[in-house]
């Protein structure tokens, strides 16, 4: 597009901007709809998910409840060659750090020069505890980093500016599904605690059935409350991280199973947190979106406070507990001080809307300002500009020659972001058949790496410690 169509086309940069979404599992889908939603109130919205083993499944989407004008899967070569074909304003990248070097190195291969190319945004999902470097240097060269509080922020400069790259993408926003109602405790309400578990803290079998035994003896100790086991995806489907012991088949090895009063759920989060009285984690993210409402929240210290398991992140919170605390009946509260300081408003700035839904005017960090405001600017500012600069990654064929291409190539792309031959398959010329053939292929293909991951690798590792 010449530039001066490109500016012209954006003369209203606010309304009906053609946004696209790529995201590699469902909780960055979640994440990256949304956060397209607040950047661009009602977008044309076009979603693609990045074939991989975290392809979220139908079920899992739906969970999610985030809905697209149109959602596909595709591979990182066919995703660059759509972006070059349909001219998009704005590109969303809710992607594992890789993936989304992956694509802005494509993205400079297709436009090496000033251009009229679409703004690039990307960020985090949640909490960031871990590979925080690596991470951050993987999504260097995009229009806007997207930090979810004053405190990542910070964090995201240091580290630009620790490498001497550029850190005036960093822009202070907020996560996008902190939203929902004020936690307000009523008499004749029952008391509801909800454990919300992660796929991969803590990792191993023991841990993860003590922690579940634990919340089955909670359960005991208090009849008159209802305990939920929050689960995030179902055995054999995958979220962000892997989950090779679902606590579905550890709750069958408890002896007597499970009280009454205590049992596994799905869900949309916010939805479970309309009726929960008490948040219990060992680090989700799941701790921030109850702390926003003002729902007492515990992050637990049973397996210590250890960077291993994230809830480090959570020092000076208030929230740091034990089992044996909650079930003497403690409900830890945030400290206001530091949840300013994650971009948590606490009770006063939750709003009335589902976290699931809400696309706009989510409350942010402090007096119940709008958290996007200034990343809304920022993307004004440059979908204005006549052209963009080209992307410009820290990570080069100077700066990292034995890190990247490695990077690229599991992305089928070559050391210059060009892809591969091959790379690229357009299915116009398929048969109907043969489009069904691949598809269910492929399916097979990921059951069998899910199947690796949970049962064969587990009972492989048990059988080498004989």
């Known amino acids: 597009m010449p530039a001066s169509n490109r500016a012209a086309s954006r003369s209203h940069p606010r309304t009906a901007l053609r946004v696209a979404v790529l995201a590699d599992s469902d909780t960055r889908w979640k994440w990256g709809a949304l956060t397209a939603r607040r950047l661009a109130p009602e977008p044309h919205l076009t979603g693609f998910l990045l074939r991989g083993r975290a392809t979220p499944t139908a079920r899992q989407l739906g969970e999610v409840g985030v809905r697209a004008d149109r959602l596909s899967e595709v591979t990182c070569a066919q995703f660059l060659a759509e972006i070059e074909r349909e001219k998009y304003d704005v590109v969303v990248l809710a992607l594992v750090g890789g993936a989304v070097q992956a694509v802005l190195h494509g993205v400079r291969a297709l436009w090496p020069e000033p251009a009229g190319r679409p703004v690039l945004v990307t960020g985090y999902v949640g909490v960031v505890y871990e590979k925080l470097a690596d991470g951050l240097l993987l999504r260097h060269g995009a229009d806007l980093v997207l930090a979810n509080s004053r405190y990542d922020a910070g964090r995201f400069r240091a580290v630009y500016a620790g490498v001497g790259a550029d850190a005036a993408a960093v822009t202070q926003t907020a996560l996008p599904f902190l939203d929902g109602a004020a936690y307000e405790k009523a008499g004749s309400r029952a008391h509801t605690v909800v454990f919300a578990v992660q796929p991969s803290v803590p990792e191993s079998r023991a841990d993860r059935s003590y922690l579940l035994e634990r919340a089955a003896r909670h359960a005991r100790l208090h009849p008159e409350r209802e305990v939920l086991i929050k689960l995030r995806s179902r055995p054999g489907e995958h979220t962000t991280h892997l989950e090779e012991q679902p606590y579905q088949r550890l709750a069958e090895r408890i002896p007597g199973g499970l009280p009454a009063n205590c049992r596994l759920v799905y869900g949309n989060m916010g939805e479970v947190l309309d009726g929960t009285d008490l948040l219990v984690t060992v680090s989700s993210t799941a701790a921030l979106e109850s702390l926003h409402r003002g729902i007492p929240t515990a992050v637990l210290t049973d397996l210590g406070v250890r960077e291993v398991l994230g809830n480090h992140h959570f020092l000076g919170s208030g929230c740091l507990a034990s089992w044996d605390q909650l079930d003497a009946g403690l409900l830890p509260q945030g400290d206001p001080e530091w949840l300013a300081d994650q971009g948590v408003t606490g009770a006063s700035g939750a709003s009335g809307a589902s976290g699931a839904s809400g ?23 440059l979908l204005d500009l006549p052209v963009l600069p080209a992307v410009a990654p820290y990570y080069t064929q100077v700066t990292a020659p034995g890190y990247l291409p490695g990077i690229l190539a599991r992305h089928h792309l070559a050391p210059d972001g060009t892809p591969l031959p091959g790379a690229v398959r357009e299915s116009g010329g398929e048969s109907r058949l043969r489009r069904w053939l691949r598809s269910h292929l492929r399916e097979a293909a990921r059951g069998a790496y899910r199947h690796g991951v949970q049962r064969v690798a587990p009972m492989i590792r048990r059988m080498g410690e004989l």
């Open 359 to 381: 696309a706009s005017g989510a409350s942010g960090a402090s007096g119940g300002e709008d958290p996007f405001t200034d990343a809304r600017a920022r993307l004004g500012e």
